[in-house]
């Protein structure tokens, strides 16, 4: 049975969908978090838009409370990124990407850690970690007391990757800065990790109800890990089978929304590394190949981008002196009078949510690129 065709559309529609951007659904910020399997937060303050941008009526103080709670924690997830996830998925889903947090390790430090005993350094860190939450430089202080002629950075790269280590608070809320603690799962969220096997398929399950439809390539460009062919395909007797324009095999949950290619997608701003952008080996479902360099930029920065009909159609950003703040939005191409005043009104809404007490605020446009 050939299985159906859907249009680069009905994949971008689809995706919106289940990224909450066609309507601000009204689910609590707890839900949105386990729903999106978790925000990238590289910096504190895009989850809070992320959210924002997709809920009713979201405040500030939800997430961080949230992340006091210790119900949402801030940690090195997908890709080797710090994501902000629900405790009870980061206790599932954090075994599962242990394989490409090693290749991370690998590619990064691998050579500067050769002739190490690596365990001996993890177990150390553990050690130290056990005994109180400790910042990046307390652990890297010890290893290198351990091993002087060692390069510190990767030692603590390895510290990273091979511990599963969560982020205490205040690190990960709104206008924070400076040099985390980090704590680990079992003394700060009163669980251990999950069973790997387990984990791996509840993955696969979480990235297709945030992301999907989607190939094998896509879930591996999301998560970072390889050599997950083998695990979809023995999955498949329970999931949709699509196939894109191009014929490459997409899988789905079987009750996943799947709208029509002309469902309206109203105007939304999208914050810095928002996984939206992120989560696909072919990104064309959201963004045109030609917007791409404009951004994703170098050092693995992600430029903030709004959406006109469901596809990035430009930048933003937010700068902010003590008695003002301005939103400048820069158009890819030139904009109808109609999405610029609904942009104008979006971004207005925006500016009030992101500033704190700024008298004066202001919106602008520059020129299309």
């Known amino acids: 049975m050939t299985s159906p065709v859907l249009s680069l ?12 951007l ?25 989850p809070y838009i992320g959210l924002w941008t997709r809920l009713r009526g979201f405040e500030r103080d939800e997430l961080t409370n949230l992340i006091l709670e210790r119900r949402v924690v801030r940690s090195s997830m997908v890709r080797a990124t710090l994501h902000l996830t629900a405790a009870e998925d980061y206790l ?18 691998g050579k500067r850690l050769e002739g190490l005993d690596l365990e001996r350094l993890v177990s150390e860190a553990r050690t130290l970690v056990e005994e109180e ?23 603590a790269y390895l510290v990273r990757m091979r511990l599963p280590l969560v982020q205490t608070p ?24 999950a069973d790997p096997t387990e984990s791996l398929r509840a993955l696969a399950l979480r990235y297709l109800a945030a992301f999907g439809p989607a190939g094998v390539k896509d ?19 329970g999931l949709r089978i699509f196939r894109d324009e191009g014929g490459n095999e997409l899988f789905d949950l079987p009750d996943a929304p799947l709208p029509q290619s002309d469902t309206p997608a109203p105007p939304r701003f999208v914050p810095e590394y928002d996984n939206l952008v992120l989560s696909h080996a072919d990104r064309r479902r959201v963004i045109a190949d030609e917007n791409r360099k404009k951004v994703f930029l170098s050092a693995a920065r992600v430029r903030a981008t709004f959406l006109l ?33 609904a942009l104008a009104s979006e971004g207005g809404r925006l500016l009030s949510f992101a500033t704190d007490g700024q008298p004066e605020l202001d919106v602008r446009f520059e020129n299309a690129g």
């Open 219 to 237: 879930f591996q460009a999301w998560s970072g890990l390889t050599g997950v062919k083998s695990l979809l395909e023995e999955m498949s007797s």
């Open 92 to 109: 599932l889903l954090r075994p599962a990407i242990q394989a490409a947090l090693d290749r991370s390790l690998r590619s990064i430090a």
């Open 133 to 155: 939450p400790r910042t990046a430089r307390e652990l890297q202080e010890r290893l290198v007391e351990m091993e002087p002629d060692r390069d510190p950075s990767a030692l």
């Open 22 to 46: 066609l309507d601000r659904e009204a689910v609590s910020p707890y839900d949105a978090v386990r729903r999106l399997a978790g925000l990238q937060a590289q910096v504190p303050n895009p």
């Open 309 to 341: 009909d469901g596809f990035v159609a430009g930048v933003w950003k937010i700068e902010k002196t003590k008695k003002a703040a301005a939103l400048t939005i820069e158009p890819f191409a030139p904009l109808s009078t109609e999405d610029h005043d």
């Open 170 to 193: 205040p690190a990960g809320t709104w206008g924070t800065g400076g040099s985390p603690r980090f704590a680990l799962p079992e003394p700060w969220l009163g669980s251990a990790l």
């Open 9 to 20: 559309r009905e994949l971008n529609r689809a995706t919106l969908a289940r990224q909450m």
